[in-house]
Nanobody
Framework: QVQLVESGGGSVQAGGSLRLSCAAS????????MAWFRQAPGNEREGVAVIYTGRGSTYYTDSVQGRFRISRESATNTMYLEMNSLKPEDTAMYYC???????????????????????WGQGTQVTVSS
């Protein structure tokens, strides 16, 4: 059984910063792709950023490019999402996700499709006020 546990959410004012963490634990699990998603009330789950753990390659959705940074610490199997210059429209429940899918041919928006991920955390709330 694989567990993903997010932490680091909270409430900030527009322009502020937060760092989310996602700790992976459980049975031997090689998470080749790890990603952050978010979902605001009434909206579909949206892919935010993905990292290919084998190379450290990253890909971001356009709305967060240049403001968010995804990273992973292999020693602790923890993934992070540094969020800067936060906007009210970033308000959502943020989820981490992982998959052991093999093969790599670069990253694209397809890697932000939630259907590709089999392991999910419980979510952490991020609220940005104007």
């Amino acid at each position: 059984q694989v567990q993903l546990v997010e932490s680091g959410g909270g409430s900030v004012q527009a322009g502020g910063s937060l760092r989310l963490s996602c700790a992976a634990s459980g049975d031997f699990f090689e998470a080749n792709y790890m990603a952050w998603f978010r979902q605001a009330p009434g909206n579909e789950r949206e892919g935010v950023a993905v990292i290919y753990t084998g190379r450290g390659s990253t890909y971001y959705t356009d709305s967060v490019q240049g403001r968010f940074r995804i990273s992973r610490e292999s020693a602790t199997n923890t993934m992070y999402l540094e969020m800067n210059s936060l906007k009210p429209e970033d308000t959502a429940m943020y989820y981490c996700a992982a998959t052991g899918a093999r093969g790599y041919s670069g990253l694209s928006s397809g890697n932000l499709n939630p259907a590709r991920y089999g392991y999910w955390g419980q979510g952490t709330q991020v609220t940005v006020s104007s």
